[in-house]
Protein backbone atom coordinates (compact mmCIF):
# COMPACT_ATOMS: atom_id res chain seq x y z
CA UNK A 1 0.00 0.00 0.00
CA UNK A 2 1.52 3.21 -0.86
CA UNK A 3 0.93 6.13 1.64
CA UNK A 4 1.59 9.44 1.34
CA UNK A 5 2.04 12.92 2.96
CA UNK A 6 0.69 15.78 1.04
CA UNK A 7 1.22 19.10 3.38
CA UNK A 8 0.35 22.88 1.78
CA UNK A 9 2.61 25.22 3.50
CA UNK A 10 2.35 27.69 0.90
CA UNK A 11 0.22 30.74 3.14
CA UNK A 12 2.07 33.76 3.79
CA UNK A 13 0.51 34.30 7.68
CA UNK A 14 -0.72 37.60 7.14
CA UNK A 15 -2.25 37.61 10.74
CA UNK A 16 1.33 36.88 12.13
CA UNK A 17 2.29 40.65 11.60
CA UNK A 18 5.73 39.06 10.41
CA UNK A 19 7.99 40.09 7.50
CA UNK A 20 8.76 36.18 7.65
CA UNK A 21 6.28 33.78 5.79
CA UNK A 22 5.23 31.19 8.53
CA UNK A 23 7.01 28.14 7.12
CA UNK A 24 10.06 29.97 8.20
CA UNK A 25 9.07 31.56 11.47
CA UNK A 26 11.24 29.94 14.29
CA UNK A 27 9.77 28.08 17.56
CA UNK A 28 12.85 27.45 19.86
CA UNK A 29 14.87 27.79 17.10
CA UNK A 30 14.04 25.72 14.46
CA UNK A 31 11.45 27.09 11.93
CA UNK A 32 8.11 25.99 12.09
CA UNK A 33 7.90 23.73 9.28
CA UNK A 34 10.77 21.82 10.19
CA UNK A 35 8.69 20.13 13.42
CA UNK A 36 6.08 19.05 10.79
CA UNK A 37 8.02 17.60 8.40
CA UNK A 38 10.54 15.94 10.67
CA UNK A 39 7.47 13.76 12.24
CA UNK A 40 6.18 13.05 9.28
CA UNK A 41 9.99 11.90 8.28
CA UNK A 42 10.06 9.45 11.26
CA UNK A 43 6.40 7.78 10.13
CA UNK A 44 6.83 4.39 9.31
CA UNK A 45 3.88 4.69 7.09
CA UNK A 46 4.73 7.36 5.37
CA UNK A 47 6.36 6.29 2.10
CA UNK A 48 7.06 9.50 0.13
CA UNK A 49 6.15 13.37 1.45
CA UNK A 50 5.02 16.19 -0.95
CA UNK A 51 5.39 20.09 0.22
CA UNK A 52 3.19 22.54 -1.35
CA UNK A 53 4.69 26.46 -1.26
CA UNK A 54 4.78 29.67 -2.39
CA UNK A 55 6.40 29.60 -5.84
CA UNK A 56 8.74 32.00 -4.87
CA UNK A 57 9.88 30.10 -1.99
CA UNK A 58 11.36 26.99 -3.47
CA UNK A 59 14.88 27.87 -3.30
CA UNK A 60 14.08 28.56 0.32
CA UNK A 61 12.97 25.99 1.03
CA UNK A 62 16.01 23.59 -0.57
CA UNK A 63 18.38 25.76 0.80
CA UNK A 64 17.12 26.26 4.48
CA UNK A 65 14.66 23.35 5.12
CA UNK A 66 15.56 20.44 2.91
CA UNK A 67 19.19 20.19 2.64
CA UNK A 68 19.50 21.78 6.09
CA UNK A 69 17.99 19.35 7.83
CA UNK A 70 18.63 16.58 5.36
CA UNK A 71 14.65 15.34 4.77
CA UNK A 72 14.81 12.27 2.61
CA UNK A 73 11.32 11.42 1.92
CA UNK A 74 10.42 15.00 0.69
CA UNK A 75 9.90 14.33 -3.07
CA UNK A 76 8.57 17.44 -4.65
CA UNK A 77 7.70 20.75 -4.20
CA UNK A 78 4.74 21.87 -5.88
CA UNK A 79 2.98 25.17 -6.51
CA UNK A 80 0.72 26.61 -4.28
CA UNK A 81 -2.41 28.56 -5.29
CA UNK A 82 -4.17 31.34 -3.87
CA UNK A 83 -5.97 29.25 -1.53
CA UNK A 84 -5.30 26.54 0.72
CA UNK A 85 -8.00 24.58 -1.53
CA UNK A 86 -6.06 25.46 -4.83
CA UNK A 87 -2.87 24.20 -3.16
CA UNK A 88 -4.67 20.88 -2.05
CA UNK A 89 -5.75 20.55 -5.64
CA UNK A 90 -2.20 21.42 -6.92
CA UNK A 91 -0.99 18.87 -4.57
CA UNK A 92 -3.01 16.13 -5.41
CA UNK A 93 -2.92 17.02 -9.48
CA UNK A 94 0.57 16.07 -8.59
CA UNK A 95 0.60 12.93 -6.72
CA UNK A 96 1.53 9.22 -8.55
CA UNK A 97 -1.79 7.84 -9.66
CA UNK A 98 -1.02 4.30 -8.00
CA UNK A 99 -1.32 6.41 -4.61
CA UNK A 100 -3.66 4.53 -2.33
CA UNK A 101 -3.68 6.84 0.75
CA UNK A 102 -3.22 10.54 1.16
CA UNK A 103 -2.31 11.91 4.72
CA UNK A 104 -3.21 15.79 3.84
CA UNK A 105 -2.05 17.84 6.94
CA UNK A 106 -1.35 21.43 6.99
CA UNK A 107 2.37 22.06 7.47
CA UNK A 108 1.62 25.38 10.16
CA UNK A 109 0.90 22.59 12.78
CA UNK A 110 4.03 21.27 14.27
CA UNK A 111 3.20 19.79 16.85
CA UNK A 112 1.40 16.76 15.38
CA UNK A 113 2.61 12.96 17.07
CA UNK A 114 2.99 10.14 14.77
CA UNK A 115 0.17 8.17 16.70
CA UNK A 116 -2.43 10.27 14.92
CA UNK A 117 -1.06 9.82 11.35
CA UNK A 118 -0.97 6.18 11.92
CA UNK A 119 -4.40 6.00 13.62
CA UNK A 120 -5.70 8.23 10.28
CA UNK A 121 -4.43 5.88 7.73
CA UNK A 122 -5.79 3.15 9.50
CA UNK A 123 -9.48 4.25 9.59
CA UNK A 124 -8.87 5.81 6.40
CA UNK A 125 -8.53 2.15 4.84
CA UNK A 126 -11.67 1.15 6.60
CA UNK A 127 -14.38 3.89 6.09
CA UNK A 128 -12.04 5.80 2.94
CA UNK A 129 -11.58 9.05 5.19
CA UNK A 130 -10.70 10.08 8.38
CA UNK A 131 -10.39 13.54 10.27
CA UNK A 132 -8.67 14.25 13.69
CA UNK A 133 -10.93 16.52 15.49
CA UNK A 134 -12.03 17.67 19.10
CA UNK A 135 -15.14 18.10 20.85
CA UNK A 136 -15.67 21.71 21.69
CA UNK A 137 -15.73 22.96 24.73
CA UNK A 138 -17.17 26.44 24.46
CA UNK A 139 -21.11 27.13 23.93
CA UNK A 140 -21.44 28.21 20.29
CA UNK A 141 -23.36 30.93 18.59
CA UNK A 142 -24.68 31.28 14.95
CA UNK A 143 -25.07 35.12 14.50
CA UNK A 144 -26.59 37.29 12.06
CA UNK A 145 -24.93 40.01 9.91
CA UNK A 146 -25.84 42.66 13.00
CA UNK A 147 -24.36 40.25 15.60
CA UNK A 148 -27.62 39.15 17.15
CA UNK A 149 -27.88 35.81 18.58
CA UNK A 150 -29.74 33.92 15.90
CA UNK A 151 -29.53 30.30 17.62
CA UNK A 152 -27.19 28.26 19.93
CA UNK A 153 -25.95 25.02 19.02
CA UNK A 154 -26.06 21.93 20.67
CA UNK A 155 -22.07 21.84 22.03
CA UNK A 156 -21.91 17.79 22.25
CA UNK A 157 -22.86 17.84 18.52
CA UNK A 158 -20.52 20.37 17.55
CA UNK A 159 -16.43 19.10 16.85
CA UNK A 160 -13.50 21.03 15.94
CA UNK A 161 -11.26 19.52 12.90
CA UNK A 162 -7.75 19.71 12.74
CA UNK A 163 -5.93 17.95 10.51
CA UNK A 164 -4.46 15.50 9.17
CA UNK A 165 -7.51 14.47 7.04
CA UNK A 166 -6.74 11.27 5.30
CA UNK A 167 -8.33 9.83 2.53
CA UNK A 168 -8.39 7.23 -0.24
CA UNK A 169 -6.60 9.01 -3.03
CA UNK A 170 -9.35 8.21 -5.54
CA UNK A 171 -11.89 9.78 -3.36
CA UNK A 172 -10.91 13.10 -2.51
CA UNK A 173 -9.33 13.23 -5.79
CA UNK A 174 -12.32 12.88 -7.42
CA UNK A 175 -14.42 15.08 -5.01
CA UNK A 176 -11.54 17.90 -5.70
CA UNK A 177 -12.09 17.70 -9.58
CA UNK A 178 -15.58 18.17 -9.00
CA UNK A 179 -15.25 21.15 -7.00
CA UNK A 180 -12.99 22.42 -9.08
CA UNK A 181 -15.16 22.29 -12.10
CA UNK A 182 -18.12 23.61 -10.15
CA UNK A 183 -16.56 26.40 -8.46
CA UNK A 184 -17.36 25.27 -4.96
CA UNK A 185 -15.33 26.59 -1.59
CA UNK A 186 -14.98 24.97 0.92
CA UNK A 187 -12.46 25.41 4.45
CA UNK A 188 -11.02 21.78 4.67
CA UNK A 189 -11.07 18.70 2.84
CA UNK A 190 -13.35 16.93 4.26
CA UNK A 191 -16.09 19.02 3.63
CA UNK A 192 -15.30 18.96 -0.21
CA UNK A 193 -15.50 15.11 0.22
CA UNK A 194 -19.15 15.57 2.12
CA UNK A 195 -20.38 17.48 -0.59
CA UNK A 196 -20.43 14.75 -2.90
CA UNK A 197 -21.91 12.31 -0.84
CA UNK A 198 -19.58 10.39 1.19
CA UNK A 199 -19.43 9.99 4.81
CA UNK A 200 -16.44 10.99 6.72
CA UNK A 201 -15.26 9.59 10.00
CA UNK A 202 -14.02 11.39 12.77
CA UNK A 203 -11.16 10.64 15.19
CA UNK A 204 -10.33 11.84 18.44
CA UNK A 205 -7.29 14.52 18.40
CA UNK A 206 -5.44 16.45 20.57
CA UNK A 207 -5.91 19.83 22.29
CA UNK A 208 -1.80 20.52 21.47
CA UNK A 209 -2.17 19.96 18.15
CA UNK A 210 -2.76 23.66 17.51
CA UNK A 211 -2.63 25.78 14.21
CA UNK A 212 -0.28 28.40 14.11
CA UNK A 213 -1.98 31.47 13.59
CA UNK A 214 -1.47 34.24 15.63
CA UNK A 215 1.89 35.14 17.58
CA UNK A 216 -0.03 34.28 20.44
CA UNK A 217 0.28 30.75 18.80
CA UNK A 218 4.02 30.48 18.85
CA UNK A 219 4.21 31.16 22.67
CA UNK A 220 1.87 28.08 23.40
CA UNK A 221 3.73 25.93 20.40
CA UNK A 222 7.22 26.75 22.44
CA UNK A 223 5.47 26.06 26.25
CA UNK A 224 4.27 22.76 24.52
CA UNK A 225 7.64 21.63 23.38
CA UNK A 226 8.88 22.64 26.80
CA UNK A 227 6.69 20.62 28.44
CA UNK A 228 4.64 23.27 30.26
CA UNK A 229 1.45 21.98 30.04
Request: aromatic share 10%; with cysteine.
Amino acid sequence: MKVVALIPAAGLGKRMNNKISKPFILISGKPLIVYTLETFEECPLIYKIYLVVNPEEKELFNQNIISRYNFQKIQKLIDGGDTRQSSVYNGLNSLEKDTDIVVIHDGARPLIKEKFICQSIEVAQEFGSAVLAIPSKDTLKMIQDDMLVEKTLDREKIWRAQTPQTFKYNLVFSAYQKAFQEGIYATDDAAIVERYGHKVKLIMGSEENIKITTPFDILLAQDLLKGKF
